[in-house]
C-alpha cells in the first residue's frame, strides 16, 4: 500500500471515529435533555434542586495523568524503537522527531496536572 493510500486511510478511519464519538455525545445530552424535561413537567416543585444537583462540577478523574503518561511512553516508544532496530541516521533523526510531538503534549498534560495538584494543596492549606 503506498504512503499516500495509507495516510487517506488512517485519516478517514479516525475521521469516522470522531464522528461516531460526537453522535454517541450528542445521543448521550438529548437523553439527557429528555429526561430533565420529563422530571420538570412531573413534578415542578423538585426541579429546582434536580437541576442544582445536575449543574454541580465533578472532580476529575484523573484523565489527564493518565493521558500523560500514555503519550510520554509513546514518545519514548517512537523515539528508542528506530535507534534500536536500525543504523540509517535520516531514518533516525525523523523518528526522533516524530516522537516529540506525543512527548511534548504528554509532558505538558503532566505539568499541568501537576500545577493544578499543587493549586490544590495550597488552596486546601491556607
Given at each position: 500500500m503506498p504512503l499516500t493510500e495509507m495516510v487517506v486511510t488512517v485519516s478517514i478511519i479516525a475521521g469516522?471515529?470522531?464522528?461516531?464519538l460526537a453522535l454517541i455525545r450528542l445521543l448521550s445530552t438529548?437523553?439527557?435533555?429528555?429526561?430533565?424535561?420529563?422530571?420538570?413537567?412531573a413534578n415542578p416543585n423538585l426541579a429546582d434542586g434536580l437541576l442544582e444537583r445536575m449543574s454541580?462540577?465533578?472532580?476529575?478523574?484523573?484523565?489527564?495523568?493518565?493521558l500523560a503518561i500514555i503519550l510520554v511512553a509513546i514518545g519514548i516508544a517512537m523515539a528508542a524503537a528506530p535507534i534500536i532496530a536500525i543504523d540509517d541516521r535520516?531514518?533516525?533523526?525523523?523518528?526522533?522527531a516524530a516522537s516529540l510531538f506525543p512527548l511534548l503534549v504528554g509532558g505538558a498534560l503532566w505539568l499541568r496536572f501537576r500545577a493544578a495538584q499543587r493549586a490544590k494543596r495550597r488552596a486546601g492549606g491556607e
Amino acid at each position: 500500500m503506498p504512503l499516500t493510500e495509507m495516510v487517506v486511510t488512517v485519516s478517514i478511519i479516525a475521521g469516522a471515529t470522531l464522528l461516531i464519538l460526537a453522535l454517541i455525545r450528542l445521543l448521550s445530552t438529548t437523553i439527557t435533555h429528555r429526561t430533565i424535561r420529563k422530571a420538570v413537567e412531573a413534578n415542578p416543585n423538585l426541579a429546582d434542586g434536580l437541576l442544582e444537583r445536575m449543574s454541580t462540577r465533578r472532580e476529575p478523574s484523573g484523565g489527564d495523568e493518565r493521558l500523560a503518561i500514555i503519550l510520554v511512553a509513546i514518545g519514548i516508544a517512537m523515539a528508542a524503537a528506530p535507534i534500536i532496530a536500525i543504523d540509517d541516521r535520516g531514518i533516525v533523526r525523523l523518528a526522533i522527531a516524530a516522537s516529540l510531538f506525543p512527548l511534548l503534549v504528554g509532558g505538558a498534560l503532566w505539568l499541568r496536572f501537576r500545577a493544578a495538584q499543587r493549586a490544590k494543596r495550597r488552596a486546601g492549606g491556607e
